[in-house]
């Protein structure tokens, strides 16, 4: 080449570009989500919990923000992604900064349960990523005693744990102690078959190998982070008169940045505090007023109430009877959404019992997404382990809020987004994504989906759920709440079950902020379509409206409310 040849200019570096890399550093961190996803690069690794690993991460995500900060995306999707990812890699940031692993502990968040949940959801297509699940099974071990020691730096800090979750989480390894080795979760996941679809030859040696690994290392491994929880986090725990964060040395400093990262808005407590009071002690007892009297032929709010609780012809006979229900309803939600939704998904969503091990802790119902390798649809988890306990007029809305149209159209929808980054398919904002959901219930009113107006009592009852939960969750960690005073709210301002009550203000204390996406991301897509119906007048579709809102991902909802102002914007001819 001569002395004056120019040398081959270096390709600019692209949002995407960036995207990409945060992707490739999400999945390595958490590879277990990874094989959740259908992503198998990572079968034989679990998550690194050690403060060194958590170092490394927060620089990659640090060196990706700065990177980003560079570069000035003019395109109108480029801008969405930023702003996105921009949310992604600060609140990763922050969560390490704020050590908040130190308190995982917990029912709902902590590794044990993670662990439980999600290793029956898992599915290793070939014998090699079969073969991978043996080597990410030896790690349990590893993984558990690095949470513990997590935990135990947590309470050098003065990171005390609630005692009611720990009083949960060790309940519910207890409970998978407890069980058959045969029923043992580690050996549910989904191993190969052949192609004609008989059974892969190797599965009786893996399964005997993940046996050994069940019976020698795991077992054991969650026997002693049961000791370590009994024995060391449960004598420290907070009492139940001091169970928010706001007892915490740092408490107020953790809750702020969970409101700011679950909301992605810049809401005080004390105005989510009030908005929850408005909603759940004005707007809907006149809802209740109206409906009750067609029901139970009275407006006195306490009776209906006590009859939503307490009537036992409002709760389910058996565990046959709420999963008719629940499959009835997916159902029907499916077969009705053609009208309202230019985008449909096409991955399947099914309906299946939580399993029994988990039941007595766990949520009466949950979702997990599609495998994005075409392994496993979208599954709506239904809890069949209290039948006559449960009530009959919340399933539907419950069917709703996590399948159709809530959870699965918007997941499914969001993986099968042609041209968007893949973190951007497959992550993103928890008001968004739960804001949807709960939507979804009211919107499935619009559709005529529910059976009657028993069941819209239910979907009433379910939004007091939520609006109530804006007072509570800032009640127990902003102002002090004791673990009784968020019952008696619950017990006076809306007809949950008693039964329930405690078990979700337990989840509010092991999950602080999460139980505020809902109400606010509904509230705030509400006011986008009820502003978007205004100005266009009769131009104004709501397929159209519908596919705008999830035509990007689960985006922030400030970046919502641009992606519907252009909408908007076009459909005026302006």
Same mark, same amino acid.
């Given at each position: 080449?001569?002395?004056? #040849?120019?040398?081959?200019?270096?390709?600019?570096?692209?949002?995407?570009?960036?995207?990409?890399?945060?992707?490739?550093?999400?999945?390595?961190?958490?590879?277990?989500?990874?094989?959740?996803?259908?992503?198998?690069?990572?079968?034989?690794?679990?998550?690194?919990?050690?403060?060194?690993?958590?170092?490394?991460?927060?620089?990659?995500?640090?060196?990706?923000?700065?990177?980003?900060?560079?570069?000035?995306?003019?395109?109108?999707?480029?801008?969405?992604?930023?702003?996105?990812?921009?949310?992604?890699?600060?609140?990763?940031?922050?969560?390490?900064?704020?050590?908040?692993?130190?308190?995982?502990?917990?029912?709902?968040?902590?590794?044990?349960?993670?662990?439980?949940?999600?290793?029956?959801?898992?599915?290793?297509?070939?014998?090699?990523?079969?073969?991978?699940?043996?080597?990410?099974?030896?790690?349990?071990?590893?993984?558990? +005693?690095?949470?513990?020691?997590?935990?135990?730096?947590?309470?050098?800090?003065?990171?005390?744990?609630?005692?009611?979750?720990?009083?949960?989480?060790?309940?519910?390894?207890?409970?998978?102690?407890?069980?058959?080795?045969?029923?043992?979760?580690?050996?549910?996941?989904?191993?190969?078959?052949?192609?004609?679809?008989?059974?892969?030859?190797?599965?009786?040696?893996?399964?005997?190998?993940?046996?050994?690994?069940?019976?020698?290392?795991?077992?054991?491994?969650? #026997?002693?982070?049961? +000791?370590?929880?009994?024995?060391?986090?449960?004598?420290?725990?907070?009492?139940?008169?001091?169970?928010?964060?706001?007892?915490?040395?740092?408490?107020?400093?953790?809750?702020?940045?969970?409101?700011?990262?679950?909301?992605?808005?810049?809401?005080?407590?004390?105005?989510?505090?009030?908005?929850?009071?408005?909603?759940?002690?004005?707007?809907?007892?006149?809802?209740?007023?109206?409906?009750?009297?067609?029901?139970?032929?009275?407006?006195?709010?306490?009776?209906?109430?006590?009859?939503?609780?307490?009537?036992?012809?409002?709760?389910?006979?058996?565990?046959?009877?709420?999963?008719?229900?629940?499959?009835?309803?997916?159902?029907?939600?499916?077969?009705?959404?053609?009208?309202?939704?230019?985008?449909?998904?096409?991955?399947?969503? #099914?309906?299946?019992?939580?399993?029994?091990?988990?039941?007595?802790?766990?949520?009466?119902?949950?979702?997990?997404?599609?495998?994005?390798?075409?392994?496993?649809?979208?599954?709506?988890?239904?809890?069949?382990?209290?039948?006559?306990?449960?009530?009959?007029?919340?399933?539907?809305?419950?069917?709703?809020?996590?399948?159709?149209?809530?959870?699965?159209?918007?997941?499914?929808?969001?993986?099968?987004?042609?041209?968007?980054?893949?973190?951007?398919?497959?992550?993103?904002?928890?008001?968004?994504?739960?804001?949807?959901?709960?939507?979804?219930?009211?919107?499935?009113?619009?559709?005529?989906?529910?059976? +009657?107006?028993?069941?819209?009592?239910?979907?009433?009852?379910?939004?007091?759920?939520?609006?109530?939960?804006?007072?509570?969750?800032?009640?127990?960690?902003?102002?002090?709440?004791?673990?009784?005073?968020?019952?008696?709210?619950?017990?006076?301002?809306?007809?949950?079950?008693?039964?329930?009550?405690?078990?979700?203000?337990?989840?509010?204390?092991?999950?602080?902020?999460?139980?505020?996406?809902?109400?606010?991301?509904?509230?705030?897509?509400?006011?986008?379509?009820?502003?978007?119906?205004?100005?266009?007048?009769?131009?104004?579709?709501?397929?159209?409206?519908?596919?705008?809102?999830?035509?990007?991902?689960?985006?922030?909802?400030?970046?919502?409310?641009?992606?519907?102002?252009?909408?908007?914007?076009?459909?005026?001819?302006?």
């Amino acid at each position: 080449m001569s002395e004056h #040849a120019e040398h081959p200019r270096a390709e600019a570096v692209t949002v995407t570009d960036v995207a990409q890399r945060y992707w490739d550093v999400a999945l390595a961190a958490a590879p277990s989500s990874a094989t959740l996803l259908g992503i198998h690069d990572h079968d034989d690794r679990l998550e690194d919990l050690s403060v060194g690993s958590d170092a490394a991460l927060r620089a990659q995500l640090e060196g990706l923000s700065n990177e980003l900060a560079d570069l000035t995306p003019s395109a109108v999707e480029d801008q969405v992604t930023a702003t996105l990812l921009d949310h992604q890699l600060r609140t990763g940031i922050e969560a390490i900064d704020l050590r908040l692993v130190e308190m995982a502990s917990d029912q709902m968040l902590g590794p044990h349960a993670s662990l439980l949940m999600s290793a029956p959801q898992m599915t290793y297509p070939t014998s090699a990523e079969a073969t991978a699940a043996l080597t990410r099974y030896a790690q349990v071990p590893r993984m558990l +005693g690095q949470a513990l020691d997590r935990f135990r730096d947590g309470l050098v800090a003065g990171r005390t744990p609630a005692a009611a979750v720990i009083a949960r989480s060790i309940n519910s390894l207890e409970q998978y102690l407890a069980t058959s080795f045969d029923d043992d979760p580690f050996l549910a996941a989904g191993i190969p078959t052949e192609p004609d679809g008989s059974t892969w030859d190797g599965a009786d040696e893996w399964r005997s190998d993940a046996m050994a690994l069940v019976r020698d290392v795991i077992r054991p491994s969650f #026997a002693m982070y049961l +000791g370590v929880l009994r024995d060391e986090l449960a004598p420290t725990g907070r009492d139940d008169e001091h169970a928010g964060w706001c007892h915490l040395p740092d408490g107020d400093e953790m809750y702020t940045a969970l409101v700011r990262a679950h909301t992605t808005l810049e809401r005080s407590p004390q105005e989510l505090h009030d908005l929850g009071r408005e909603l759940t002690e004005q707007a809907l007892p006149e809802e209740y007023v109206a409906l009750g009297a067609e029901v139970f032929a009275t407006s006195d709010l306490q009776v209906i109430f006590d009859r939503l609780r307490n009537d036992p012809e409002l709760r389910h006979r058996d565990a046959a009877d709420i999963t008719h229900v629940a499959t009835a309803t997916v159902a029907r939600a499916t077969a009705a959404i053609g009208d309202w939704f230019g985008r449909l998904p096409g991955s399947p969503c #099914a309906v299946e019992a939580v399993p029994d091990f988990l039941a007595t802790d766990a949520p009466y119902a949950y979702y997990y997404p599609p495998a994005v390798d075409g392994t496993r649809g979208g599954t709506y988890f239904i809890n069949t382990a209290n039948p006559t306990g449960a009530s009959r007029t919340e399933a539907e809305s419950i069917a709703f809020h996590e399948a159709i149209p809530g959870h699965h159209l918007q997941i499914a929808i969001s993986q099968e987004l042609d041209g968007l980054p893949e973190f951007q398919r497959h992550d993103g904002a928890t008001s968004y994504i739960e804001g949807w959901a709960l939507y979804a219930e009211r919107l499935a009113d619009e559709m005529g989906l529910y059976s +009657g107006p028993i069941d819209r009592l239910g979907m009433l009852t379910a939004d007091s759920w939520r609006s109530a939960r804006l007072v509570v969750d800032t009640g127990l960690h902003a102002f002090g709440w004791s673990r009784q005073q968020a019952v008696d709210y619950f017990t006076r301002h809306t007809p949950v079950p008693l039964d329930q009550v405690l078990a979700e203000v337990d989840r509010y204390l092991a999950m602080p902020g999460q139980a505020l996406s809902y109400k606010v991301g509904h509230f705030h897509i509400q006011q986008l379509r009820d502003d978007a119906a205004a100005r266009l007048g009769n131009r104004f579709q709501i397929a159209d409206f519908h596919d705008v809102v999830l035509g990007s991902g689960a985006v922030t909802l400030p970046v919502l409310s641009d992606l519907v102002q252009r909408h908007i914007d076009e459909r005026a001819g302006r």
